[in-house]
T-cell receptor, first 112, second 114 residues
């Protein structure tokens, strides 16, 4: 049972464009929704995270939009750069725990 | 953010041998550590959760006798893959969480069993 579903599997965006990755979750007990960036051969690095009490959070070029009723959240990368080319994972957890359920991942390629 | 160091970053071992992977929190006390496995082009799958001084809790389908986890101190957890086989070849990643903090990931260990 896939508790966190992520799409698309891959994404190609032109430099300067907006990259959008979507995730949907099933367990309404989840209350922490982070996004991670992973480069080949490296561990994932936290980009930005949101809790259900807000509908949007922005940090620099990265924005999370959260729709509690639809049980969906998305990552927007504004002004995408070639250096953003990586695999992105959404995740979810419940309570104050680092026990994360990951989405399937999205491979982003930003073309110069 | 806090620093979590994983060692080694790469290891090759012969089939049937055991290999130990270390995960250290360098600048905070990790009350809980998590071990994940990631196969090529796939997502991270949680293997087990360990609390300092307690036995690890394994996820369904993960063999506890094959993947031995020790969390003897607040800064160190180890994962030992016993009697490794080629199908155990994977990318193993730990994360560490302190009290009231998020979890921070190590840089991963690429295990190749030949």
């Amino acid at each position: 049972q896939q508790q966190v579903k992520q799409s698309p599997q891959s994404l190609i965006v032109q430099k300067g464009g907006i990259s959008i990755i979507n995730c949907a979750y099933e367990n309404t007990a989840f209350d922490y929704f982070p996004w991670y960036q992973q480069f080949p051969g490296k561990g994932p690095a936290l980009l930005i995270a949101i809790r259900p009490d807000v509908s949007e959070k922005k940090e620099g070029r990265f924005t999370i939009s959260f729709n509690k009723s639809a049980k969906q959240f998305s990552l927007h990368i504004m002004d995408s750069q070639p250096g953003d080319s990586a695999t992105y994972f959404c995740a979810a957890s419940k309570g104050n725990t680092g026990k994360l359920i990951f989405g399937q991942g999205t491979t982003l390629q930003v073309k110069p | 953010g806090a620093v979590v160091s994983q060692h080694p970053s790469r290891v090759i071992c012969k089939s049937g041998t055991s290999v130990k992977i270390e995960c250290r929190s360098l600048d905070f006390q990790a009350t809980t550590m998590f071990w994940y496995r990631q196969f090529p082009k796939q997502s991270l799958m949680l293997m087990a959760t360990s609390n300092e001084g307690s036995k690890a809790t394994y996820e369904q389908g993960v063999e506890k006798d094959k993947f031995l986890i020790n969390h003897a101190s607040l800064t160190l957890s180890t994962l030992t893959v016993t009697s490794a086989h080629p199908e155990d070849s994977s990318f193993y990643i730990c994360s560490a969480q302190g009290l009231n903090t998020e979890a921070f990931f190590g840089q991963g260990t690429r295990l190749t069993v030949v």
